[in-house]
């Protein structure tokens, strides 16, 4: 999986126009629009863990809704069982997750290719066998009853959609943010070098190891954060989130988008899940239809729309 030569500062416009546009439709849409935004906002910042694994660390997971699981099931369990405030239950999901990942990455990150893709996979599977069975958990009927942060305290009321959604907007770009401080840190071109020649920046003093398992534990990290708000915004939680169809769908996100740009996995994750949803209206055979665009992006858009976007931006310069 290659990443794309981004570009920071179309990176930048991209974000800008896109999180313009989500408060733009936060503001004047209805209920459903607002909870719709949240859902993409939320799936923009699971994406951006995946992409940022993908185009950096070269590592392709499979396995990365275990990290979406974690999270939302920590939140849910410390929240509802411990009465642990659900805003302190985030950060705790968090590192939960980065920690739990920092020990799995320790192991597994020094594999290449098809061997890590059916690691994360393996390990996604046994997390999702297991949730769908503890009763600790809820087992097949998930949790129920999980509560926003409150934050009646800073006069917010997170229970109504329009600041909800806001709230959401808020964590996507403090996320895109930090992704892209760390992507142009020596930690990202660490990784850069890595993916392109592992051999020869180790040869020159790199610790491969480190480096990709530090990148993983940010990814699990970021990820874990996605899977905390998804429960809040649903106030619900079952296996189903946790199953590796979920990665797949985040990775065909990245790809639509493009991967490496960090910008492109939040506009991939947006025109993705607006097309399900619009195709699951109209029509019962929608999946067939998103995966026919998906084959199609692949061998003609290998860059996907970010490829797309930087054609029409030099044209328009030229």
Same mark, same amino acid.
């Given at each position: 999986?290659?990443?794309?030569?981004?570009?920071?500062?179309?990176?930048?416009?991209?974000?800008?126009?896109?999180?313009?546009?989500?408060?733009?439709?936060? +503001?004047?849409?209805?209920?459903?629009?607002?909870?719709?935004?949240?859902?993409? =906002? +939320?799936?923009?910042?699971?994406?951006?863990?995946?992409?940022? /694994?993908?185009?950096?660390?070269?590592?392709?997971?499979?396995?990365?809704?275990?990290?979406?699981?974690? #999270?939302?099931?920590?939140?849910?369990? *410390?929240?509802?069982?411990?009465?642990?405030?659900?805003?302190?239950?985030?950060?705790?999901?968090?590192?939960?997750?980065?920690?739990?990942?920092? +020990?799995?990455?320790?192991?597994?990150?020094?594999?290449?290719?098809?061997?890590?893709?059916?690691? =994360?996979?393996?390990?996604?599977?046994?997390?999702?066998?297991?949730?769908? =069975? &503890?009763?600790?958990?809820?087992?097949?009927?998930?949790?129920?009853?999980?509560?926003?942060?409150?934050?009646?305290?800073?006069?917010?009321?997170?229970? $109504?959609?329009?600041?909800? &959604?806001?709230?959401?907007?808020?964590? *996507?770009?403090?996320?895109? *943010?930090?992704?892209?401080?760390?992507?142009?840190?020596?930690?990202?071109?660490?990784?850069?070098?890595?993916?392109?020649?592992?051999?020869?920046?180790?040869?020159?003093?790199?610790?491969?190891? =480190?480096?990709?398992?530090?990148?993983?534990? /940010?990814?699990? #990290?970021?990820?874990?954060?996605?899977?905390?708000?998804?429960?809040?915004?649903?106030?619900?939680?079952?296996?189903?989130?946790?199953?590796?169809?979920?990665?797949?769908?985040?990775?065909?996100?990245?790809?639509?988008?493009?991967?490496? &740009?960090?910008?492109?996995?939040?506009?991939?994750?947006?025109?993705?899940? +607006?097309? $399900?949803?619009?195709?699951?209206?109209?029509?019962?055979?929608?999946?067939?239809?998103?995966?026919?665009?998906?084959?199609?992006?692949?061998?003609?858009?290998?860059?996907?729309?970010?490829?797309?976007?930087?054609?029409?931006?030099?044209?328009?310069?030229?």
């Amino acid at each position: 999986m290659r990443a794309v030569n981004y570009n920071p500062k179309l990176r930048l416009q991209v974000m800008v126009i896109l999180v313009l546009l989500s408060i733009i439709f936060n +503001i004047f849409g209805g209920y459903f629009t607002r909870f719709f935004i949240a859902e993409i =906002t +939320i799936l923009s910042i699971f994406a951006i863990s995946l992409d940022f /694994i993908a185009s950096r660390g070269g590592m392709v997971s499979l396995g990365h809704a275990m990290f979406l699981g974690i #999270g939302a099931y920590a939140t849910a369990v *410390l929240s509802t069982n411990y009465g642990i405030p659900p805003f302190y239950s985030m950060f705790f999901s968090i590192i939960i997750g980065l920690f739990i990942a920092l +020990i799995i990455g320790y192991f597994i990150v020094l594999l290449d290719g098809i061997f890590f893709i059916m690691v =994360t996979l393996a390990l996604g599977e046994m997390f999702h066998a297991w949730v769908f =069975t &503890s009763e600790l958990l809820g087992g097949s009927d998930g949790i129920t009853g999980i509560l926003r942060p409150d934050l009646s305290s800073f006069y917010i009321d997170l229970n $109504q959609p329009l600041i909800f &959604s806001f709230y959401t907007i808020f964590w *996507l770009v403090i996320v895109y *943010l930090l992704i892209s401080k760390v992507t142009d840190a020596p930690l990202g071109r660490n990784l850069d070098a890595i993916r392109q020649n592992s051999d020869r920046a180790s040869a020159i003093g790199a610790y491969k190891k =480190t480096y990709k398992a530090i990148a993983f534990s /940010i990814s699990a #990290g970021i990820a874990s954060l996605a899977g905390s708000l998804y429960v809040q915004l649903n106030g619900f939680i079952s296996p189903e989130l946790t199953h590796w169809t979920v990665s797949g769908e985040g990775l065909i996100m990245i790809i639509v988008g493009g991967i490496g &740009s960090i910008s492109g996995a939040i506009l991939g994750a947006s025109v993705v899940h +607006i097309i $399900q949803h619009e195709l699951s209206n109209i029509i019962n055979w929608w999946m067939l239809v998103i995966g026919f665009g998906f084959i199609l992006v692949v061998l003609f858009m290998q860059d996907g729309l970010w490829g797309l976007i930087e054609r029409i931006k030099k044209k328009c310069s030229s």
